[in-house]
Each structure stands twice: as C-alpha cells, then as structure tokens.
C-alpha cells in the first residue's frame, strides 16, 4: 500500500532531551511537510522539503530540526529549545509544492515527562 | 490562524440529515481550496477539494461550495451517518504559498 508512516504513534520527552519522529513515503512525492496540531488550532507549519537535501522553515521552526537526505524520509528532531513540545505532529507530502493536495501521516503525539 | 482554544464549534444533526460545515478563508489571493476530516488520534483525511475557477463540486454525498466574493466555504454532506463523525477542517492556498488551515468543526452524528 502506498502512504506516509509515521512513528513512533506515541512519544514521551524528559527535560533537556532531544527527540527524532520518523516520517516515511513511498508515494514517489517531491514535497514534505512537517506541522504542529494543538487542541482547538488550525494546523501549523514547522519545516517543509520541496526537494532531496533542501527545506525550508515555516512559520513555528524554533526549537525544530530537520534532515531530507532521502526522497523518501523527512524526520523531525524536536530539540531541547523547544520549551512546549506536547502537541500532535503530522507529516504530510505532495506531488509538487505548494499547489497539489496533502497527504498526511497518522501523526504522533508528542508528551513531556 | 487564530486560536479557538481547546473547543471547537460543534454541529450535531440526526443520522440521515444532511449536514453544512462552513469555513471563512482568509487571503483573497488562494486559488485552491480542501476539505479534511479527522477522526481522533487520527492523520487528516482528503475529503474533496476546488480550484477558484469553480463555483461547486460535488463527490460521493459530498459537495464543496465555494464565495469567492465573501471568501466563504462550505461543506455538505448527503444522508450524515454515524462514520461521518469527525472533525472537518478547511485549508487554503495561493500562488506560492503554503496551505493555511482553519481550526476545524466538529460533527456529532445523533442516533
């Protein structure tokens, strides 16, 4: 089946330490996106990848990282800068960028310890 | 987008009516419009969506309405049932630029 796989489902983060959700595609998609979900909140943009070894910051990059070293993978480091990291992290991807539709992952829920 | 805190407006119809969920977008200037559902815990789910050029389109007991002169959206769906349970959200976009997305609804199917 084609799609994007995220993981881990659930994530747990302790004080001061750096955590890496995975985002996989096999949908031959040039495009990459990271964003934040919180309660009640449209969808934010962390990072995006228009293509293999570039990305550029969306609108809440701070205290994120990110890697696109493979057409296929886009993951995300949510460092230690990041004071409020508990949210819902979705991937998504598309054919081009930034006018085709999204495809979404199942997300991870990020929590602190 | 603007923050709605932790709740979100709530639709509930009976099983078997149709439902509207709407939307105000933002930026004169988007060209392409989506509709989404998600369940809880769950990633975002293509619904249906619209390029500016049009003024409807319709799916499977879906249809997307879309005033450009109002910057409104709307989403209708046919005979609601009880999978259809979810919360729907729009997301717009333009020329280079990246989708913004609104808050989302919640729509309660009643038995």
């Known amino acids: 089946d084609g799609g994007i796989t995220q993981s881990p489902k659930y994530l747990f983060r302790k004080e001061g330490q750096n955590v890496t959700l995975s985002c996989e595609q096999n949908l031959n998609h040039d495009a990459m996106y990271w964003y934040r979900q919180d309660p009640g909140q449209g969808l934010r943009l962390i990072y995006y990848?228009?293509?293999?070894?570039?990305?550029q910051k969306g609108d809440i990059a701070e205290g994120y990282s990110v890697s696109r070293e493979k057409k296929e993978s886009f993951p995300l480091t949510v460092t230690s800068a990041q004071k409020n990291p508990t949210a819902f992290y979705l991937c998504?991807?598309?054919?081009?960028?930034?006018?085709?539709?999204?495809?979404f992952g199942s997300g991870t829920q990020l929590s602190v310890l | 987008g603007e923050s709605v805190g932790l709740h979100l407006p709530t639709l509930s119809v009976q099983e078997g009516d149709n439902s509207i969920i709407n939307c105000a977008y933002s930026?004169?200037?988007?060209?392409?419009f989506i509709w989404y559902k998600q369940e809880s815990g769950k990633g975002p789910q293509f619904i249906i969506d619209?390029?500016?050029?049009?003024d409807k389109r319709q799916g499977q007991r879906v249809t997307v309405l879309l005033n450009k002169t109002v910057k409104h959206l709307s989403l209708q769906i046919a005979a609601t049932q009880p999978g259809d349970s979810a919360v729907y959200f729009c997301?717009?976009?333009?020329?280079?630029?990246?989708?913004?997305f609104g808050p989302g609804t919640r729509l309660s199917v009643l038995p």
């Open positions: 619209i390029r500016s050029n049009m």
């Open positions: 997301a717009e976009n333009g020329p280079r630029q990246n989708f913004v």
């Open positions: 990848s228009q293509i293999v070894n570039d990305f």
């Open positions: 930026n004169s200037a988007s060209d392409y």
């Open positions: 998504a991807s598309s054919m081009d960028s930034p006018s085709e539709k999204l495809f």
